[in-house]
């Protein structure tokens, strides 16, 4: 099994991926346990002392006038785990809940938070037994961080809560870490602030939002291509001549993605022929490459802040290098929660582009000689109809979905917290928009390759025709009479979110870019 070593320098996107998806182990390097072992040192000096300290010897938020005395400080890391763990809703998904936890533990061993070793040490053993605390959907506001889901994954660490076992199995959080041989951990000075204040959720829903997004864009390029094809366009616009006057980086590899699918395809370039010939093909299919390459764009924007926030330490207060234990406003989650917007933006308008490519395969006044609907006998069979009105269905939520959650804030804690950034909600709207992204680009893949097939007597491009191949060997069927649609739908559905169309057509045309 993959090991990931976590040092005091942060980590990279594909440990998170590898810790949350795969169930990678994670181990803490020997300079990680000797800067925790330091920072403590420094939060244990702070609570012998008599003045007070926030968050070592104070209460929280709007509480923090209050000085704790010693005898009530281990009851105090107890009591703000236990209330802040007040997540409500259906249970967020184990991969999200693994990011959060391994994240957190991220900031644990870079030695700006002052927990002890052994805290850090029990959540990579809780990760590595494979137990995954019960996160619920709603409860935070994304600032101070994502209190309530890091909270309750705190209280599986003190064997409190519920948490589900590496049998999938769900159990009081005690009797699994018993199982496994972990001992709850008993928090002292700052420990319990600290393992629930940051940015940790929505941070790692971007990450695998972005590698998730990385497969749907490269994926539009290749159904795009092939709806070109299936309406017989012109590659000519794609020509990287063309995009060089216009120097967006995302465009021109989404031209280039699509010329290179399309090499040697009989059935482009008789946009000017027929009996309905055209100057241009319409704004789907020509500017495919402007909108899903504006979408690349802002992605890469997207990693730019998903790295740094990656080798950051969120946590407040801290412990400077030079001993200081400061406050600070670090575990505001506004420059995660933009870029998850930003996201859900250029996901609807990809998807949008999308269906209106797969409206004009089925409507015979725009498809240049396509039966209507892509039908087998058009009024006996509806063809692929219903098919589009779910797609559109799809595309309407994911304009709804595309309303950003930054742009809201609602003030709590009594009007200490009252500025925050729900990047939580952005973050948990986006893994929706991008199931919907999936599918439909799945009815576009759907159509455009029974639009191909129809095309009798001119020969696709080889990547055209491995992806089809691919398609009909998943259990896809091509043209034919009506039949059950929706099997067809969702083993598109899992083709294109598994990678295989991917996998089907980069070894003809070469890595996509």
């Not at 999938?168 to 204040?197: D, F, Q, R, Y």
Request: aromatic share 4%.
């Amino acid at each position: 099994m993959q090991t990931v070593v976590l040092g005091t320098s942060g980590t990279t996107p594909q440990d998170v991926i590898d810790v949350a998806r795969h169930g990678a182990r994670v181990e803490l390097s020997t300079e990680a346990v000797q800067a925790l072992a330091a920072a403590r040192g420094v939060i244990d000096a702070l609570a012998a002392k008599p003045e007070p300290v926030y968050g070592v010897s104070t209460g929280f938020g709007a509480l923090a006038t209050r000085h704790i005395g010693h005898e009530l400080r281990a009851q105090l890391q107890r009591n703000i785990v236990r209330s802040h763990a007040a997540g409500m809703g259906p249970r967020v998904e184990r991969e999200v809940v693994r990011a959060l936890m391994f994240l957190r533990l991220k900031t644990l061993a870079s030695g700006h938070t002052g927990v002890r070793p052994e805290v850090a040490q029990t959540m990579a053993d809780v990760l590595n037994a494979g137990i995954t605390p019960v996160v619920h959907e709603y409860g935070s506001l994304g600032c101070s961080g994502d209190l309530a889901p890091l909270s309750h994954c705190a209280l599986a660490l003190m064997g409190e809560g519920d948490a589900e076992g590496p049998d999938g199995v769900v159990k009081p959080a005690g009797e699994l870490l018993a199982a496994h041989g972990i001992a709850p951990v008993e928090l002292k000075e700052k420990e319990g602030l600290a393992l629930l204040n940051g940015t940790d959720g929505m941070l790692g829903m971007l990450i695998m939002a972005l590698a998730d997004l990385d497969t749907l864009y490269k994926s539009a390029d290749i159904t795009a291509a092939l709806s070109l094809e299936a309406l017989l366009g012109t590659e000519k616009v794609l020509e990287p001549e063309l995009h060089a006057i216009r120097p967006h980086p995302g465009q021109a590899a989404s031209a280039a993605n699509m010329l290179v699918v399309l090499k040697g395809s009989e059935l482009t370039g008789h946009f000017q022929s027929g009996e309905a010939p055209r100057v241009q093909d319409a704004y789907s299919v020509r500017c495919a490459p402007q909108v899903a390459g504006a979408g690349r764009d802002t992605m890469a924007h997207a990693r730019l802040v998903a790295e740094r926030e990656l080798a950051a330490a969120v946590d407040n207060p801290v412990v400077l290098p030079d001993g200081r234990v400061a406050s600070n406003g670090n575990f505001h989650g506004a420059p995660v929660a933009y870029v998850l917007d930003f996201l859900a933006i250029a996901a609807a308008d990809l998807g949008s582009i999308a269906e209106r490519r797969t409206d004009r395969l089925l409507d015979k006044n725009r498809s240049h000689g396509l039966p209507p609907f892509l039908a087998e006998d058009a009024g006996v069979d509806s063809g692929l109809m219903i098919a589009q009105y779910t797609q559109a269905a799809l595309v309407s939520e994911m304009k709804r979905l595309a309303v950003p959650a930054s742009a809201d804030s609602i003030p709590s804690s009594a009007m200490q917290e009252d500025h925050v950034s729900m990047g939580w909600s952005a973050a948990r709207k986006l893994r929706t928009a991008i199931g919907n992204l999936n599918r439909i680009i799945a009815v576009e893949l759907y159509a455009a390759t029974r639009g191909i097939e129809l095309r009798t007597g001119l020969t696709p491009a080889p990547a055209s025709r491995a992806a089809i191949d691919a398609l009909r060997a998943a259990g896809v069927q091509g043209p034919g009479p009506d039949r059950f649609l929706a099997p067809d739908l969702a083993a598109a559905d899992t083709f294109v979110r598994e990678g295989r169309l991917l996998a089907a057509v980069e070894p003809v045309t070469g890595p996509l870019a």
